[in-house]
């Protein structure tokens, strides 16, 4: 058993919060945590993509549910997989 971060894609509606307020990103990026996106070769944990939440590079998620508490809608959970 495990926990995982998990991404329903058909709750999301793009707002970007999630992405906004998870530390990795900001760590990798100050525009990203600035709200303005991803440019260069920067590699989010997770990033709004064709106007849903994506989950990037899961092997980075340090699973501390900042995104998941800035989500509004529970469409990025932390749930419990075989
Ligand atoms: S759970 Fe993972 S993706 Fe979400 S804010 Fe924390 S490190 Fe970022
Ligand atoms: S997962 Fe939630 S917080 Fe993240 S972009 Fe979608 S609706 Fe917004």
């Known amino acids: 058993m495990a926990i995982k971060l998990v991404a329903h894609r ?5 707002c970007g919060n999630c992405v906004v307020a998870c530390p ?7 525009e990203i945590a600035g709200g303005k996106g991803t440019s260069g070769d920067v590699e989010p944990v997770i990033l709004v993509d064709d106007g849903a939440i994506k989950i990037n590079r899961s092997k ?4 501390c549910a900042t995104c998941v508490k800035a989500c509004p809608v ?9």
């Open 24 to 30: 990795v990103n900001a760590s990798k990026s100050t």
């Open 10 to 14: 058909e709750l999301c509606h793009g």
């Open 74 to 82: 529970g469409a990025i959970a932390l749930e419990v997989v075989e």
């Open 60 to 63: 980075e998620c340090k699973e």
